[in-house]
Antibody
Framework: EVQLVESGGGLVQPGGSLRLSCAAS????????MNWVRQAPGQGLEWVAN????????HYVDSVKGRFTISRDNAKNSLYLQMNSLRAEDTAVYYC???????????WGQGTLVTVSS | DIQMTQSPSSLSASVGDRVTITCRAS??????LAWFQQKPGKAPKSLIY???TLQSGVPSKFSGGGSGTDFTLTISSLQPEDSATYYC?????????FGQGTKVEL
C-alpha cells in the first residue's frame, strides 16, 4: 500500500522558514515524479512544485519561485520542501503527491498545516 | 498560465440523479485533464486522468469526456457518499492548474 506521510508543519512568523518532509513507503520511490500541492483554509487546490525522479529537474508556481526549494533523497525515500521568506498567504495545508506514470497526483499524503502569522 | 474554470460552483441533487460538471481550459490542452474528489478534512483522491480514463478502483458511475478546451465529469446515480468537492486539473503545461472546485451536495 502506498503511504505518503508529511511532517514539519507548524506556526511560523512572517519572513521565517520551515522545512516540510514527506516519507514515502509501500512503493519504489525513485521512478516517480513527486509534487507538493497546497490548500489554503476554505480554498481550492494549488500545485506548488514538483521534482523529477533523480532530482535534476524541478518546476514551481510563480508565487513561490526564489523562496521555496523542492528536493528529494531517494536513498531515504523522502521528499522535501524548504520554505523561506514565508508570507501570510503561504498559510495552507501542504500535501505531498505522487505522479503516476501516465497520470498526475495518483496518491496523496494526509497533509501538514503551515500557518504563517505573527 | 492556463486558467481552468468549472461550472457550476455548487449543486444540490437527489439520490439517484445524474449530475454533470463542466471544466473549461483557457486554451487547448489536448486530453491532459484529470479529475479529483475531495471530502471534508481529507486529501483529494484521483478519479480520472487523460480526460476519460478511470483510475484503478474508481466506480464506473464516474465518467469523463472532452478534449481541447471543454471537459465534463458525469456521476450517474448519485449516492450519499458522492457528496464532495470535485476539481479538474490540467497537466498539459506548467504551472499545473486546478479549477476552483464544484461542491456537490445531496
Amino acid at each position: 500500500e502506498v503511504q505518503l506521510v508529511e511532517s514539519g508543519g507548524g506556526l511560523v512568523q512572517p519572513g521565517g522558514s520551515l522545512r516540510l518532509s514527506c516519507a514515502a513507503s509501500g512503493f519504489t520511490f525513485s521512478p516517480y515524479w513527486m509534487n507538493w500541492v497546497r490548500q489554503a483554509p476554505g480554498q481550492g487546490l494549488e500545485w506548488v512544485a514538483n521534482v523529477k525522479q533523480d532530482g535534476s529537474e524541478s518546476h514551481y508556481v510563480d508565487s513561490v519561485k526564489g523562496r521555496f526549494t523542492i528536493s528529494r533523497d531517494n536513498a531515504k525515500n523522502s521528499l522535501y520542501l524548504q520554505m523561506n521568506s514565508l508570507r501570510a498567504e503561504d498559510t495552507a495545508v501542504y500535501y505531498c503527491a505522487r505522479d503516476g506514470f501516465r497520470s498526475p497526483f495518483d496518491d496523496w499524503g494526509q497533509g501538514t498545516l503551515v500557518t504563517v502569522s505573527s | 498560465d492556463i486558467q481552468m474554470t468549472q461550472s457550476p460552483s455548487s449543486l444540490s441533487a437527489s439520490v439517484g440523479d445524474r449530475v454533470t460538471i463542466t471544466c473549461r481550459a483557457s486554451r487547448a490542452i489536448g486530453n491532459y485533464l484529470a479529475w479529483f474528489q475531495q471530502k471534508p478534512g481529507k486529501a483529494p483522491k484521483s478519479l480520472i486522468y487523460a480526460a476519460s480514463t478511470l483510475q484503478s478502483g474508481v466506480p464506473s458511475k464516474f465518467s469523463g469526456g472532452g478534449s481541447g478546451t471543454d471537459f465534463t465529469l458525469t456521476i450517474s446515480s448519485l449516492q450519499p457518499e458522492d457528496s464532495a468537492t470535485y476539481y479538474c486539473q490540467q497537466y498539459h503545461s506548467y504551472p499545473r492548474t486546478f479549477g476552483q472546485g464544484t461542491k456537490v451536495e445531496l
